[in-house]
């Protein structure tokens, strides 16, 4: 079946700090995957997203690789900011299916 | 263009009290979605229609309803509020481009039921 598995937060870093969150799936053929991000108080928007193996999705300073031989997409940051504390939530949709699958989501907290 | 818009953004019920949830899209997408956002479980498929006049169970159907009324909308309906549905509810709404599919969302409608 289809599942994403991302890495239990919450996670906390000082401003400037490296930021990486741990995301693998597990799904037949090649799924396209995703990176949301969720404000407080707000829905989903998406940050990034790559569709074959070796594609790198970038936005914002954020960058993930997918990475068919470890079935990861960890999304990673050189210098957070306050203004990155949120929700992220990583997602696959197969190349056969309709749905979307959503890990449970890491929440950022960036402190000053 | 305003995306994915919600109806309404906060509602409290009481127990056995139905509601109608609405959604829209202006974005000409086929495929719409429903799902609830619960604390550590992240987002969970309610419902979806992925074309006009067609829909489809998610994971978590039980004691809802929807209605894809035309292209543009997508409503969930509770026929009878139970405390267990309370929770955030998002609308999300998606097309193929290019073999690639994007889900966009809307801001999320607050439910709670006493």
């Known amino acids: 079946g289809n599942s994403v598995t991302q890495m239990e937060g919450p996670v906390t870093l000082s401003e400037e700090a490296f930021l990486t969150i741990n995301c693998t799936y597990t799904?037949?053929?090649?799924?396209?995957l995703f990176w949301y991000v969720q404000y407080p108080g707000e829905g989903l928007q998406l940050l990034l997203k790559?569709?074959?193996?070796?594609d790198k999705g970038s936005n914002k300073g954020f960058e993930a690789t997918y990475r068919k031989e470890t079935t990861s997409f960890h999304l990673e940051k050189g210098s957070v900011q306050v203004s990155d504390s949120a929700v992220y939530f990583c997602?696959?949709?197969?190349?056969?299916?309709?749905?979307?699958?959503f890990g449970t989501g890491t929440s950022l907290t960036v402190i000053p | 263009n305003a995306g994915v818009t919600q109806t309404p953004k906060f509602q409290v019920l009481k127990t056995g009290q139905s509601m109608t949830l609405q959604c829209a899209q202006d974005?000409?997408?086929?495929?719409m979605y429903w799902y609830r956002q619960d604390p550590g479980m992240g987002l969970r498929l309610i419902y979806y229609?992925?074309?006009?006049?067609?829909?489809d169970k998610g994971e978590v159907p039980n004691g809802y309803n929807v209605s894809r009324l035309n292209k543009r909308e997508f409503s969930l309906r509770l026929e009878s509020a139970a405390p267990s549905q309370t929770s955030v509810y998002f609308c999300?709404?998606?097309?193929?481009?290019?073999?690639?599919?994007?889900?966009?969302f809307g801001p999320g409608t607050r439910l709670l039921v006493l």
């Open positions: 999300a709404s998606s097309e193929w481009v290019l073999r690639e599919e994007t889900q966009y």
């Open positions: 799904a037949t053929g090649y799924p396209s």
């Open positions: 790559a569709t074959k193996a070796d």
């Open positions: 997602a696959l949709h197969p190349a056969d299916g309709n749905q979307f699958y």
């Open positions: 974005m000409n997408h086929n495929s």
């Open positions: 229609s992925a074309s006009e006049g067609t829909t």
